[in-house]
């Protein structure tokens, strides 16, 4: 059973980023989630903001690039970087955020054509094909950060490290969002597009 929220134990602020208003009932934490899924839905929400933060430093840089071309007649040196290293780690932080909830592209036809047993065959199959692809970019990754770490971008100057770690940093919570979305038993197949 949810409480109620007094309005002067918590800012208007609080309440608006976590969708709420005085008054409003908020049930206490859901003892009946497994806590593999608790823990995939606090990183899910972790990623979800910082791909929102790379996502606004992407569009403001490459309006600002084009403003600075197109009006000012001298866009900035560094705008062009600072939008591909975003873009890099918006990718690699998006692999895993959409993993749990099926946003990546799938075609389905073979797996929904089988009977269960042979279905959960082929999804362990898929689970490990993606392991073994985050283990291999995991690997990847921290060569080339580390290869690259001497290496300073031209407009920016900072280690080439930052945005190859991206690679990396990206698998490995590629992975980890697998393992504990398959702990708690979240994962099933992926669902057809509903268009």
């Excluded at 269960?116 to 690997?139: Q, S, Y």
Aim: proline share 6%; glycine share 8%.
């Amino acid at each position: 059973m949810g409480r109620e929220v007094p309005p002067d134990d918590l800012s208007a602020e609080v309440l608006a980023l976590a969708g709420l208003e005085p008054g409003d009932s908020v049930a206490a934490e859901d003892t009946s989630v497994h806590p593999a899924a608790r823990w995939a839905r606090r990183i899910e929400r972790w990623l979800d903001h910082a791909i929102a933060v790379l996502l606004a430093i992407c569009a403001i840089t490459i309006v600002w690039q084009v403003f600075g071309r197109y009006v000012l007649g001298r866009s900035p040196a560094w705008g062009e970087e600072v939008a591909r290293m975003s873009m890099a780690w918006l990718t690699m932080l998006g692999t895993a955020s959409c993993l749990r909830e099926g946003g990546h592209i799938a075609v389905t036809t073979l797996v929904d054509a089988l009977p269960p047993g042979p279905k959960a065959v082929a999804l362990w199959l898929r689970d490990l094909a993606i392991l073994a692809t985050a283990g291999v970019l995991a690997w990847a990754g921290v060569g080339f950060a580390l290869l690259n770490h001497d290496q300073e971008s031209p407009a920016l100057e900072i280690p080439m490290s930052i945005p190859y770690a991206s690679l990396a940093i990206g698998a490995v919570l590629l992975a980890l969002m697998l393992v504990l979305a398959r702990a708690s038993g979240e994962v099933g197949h992926a669902k057809a597009a509903d268009w």
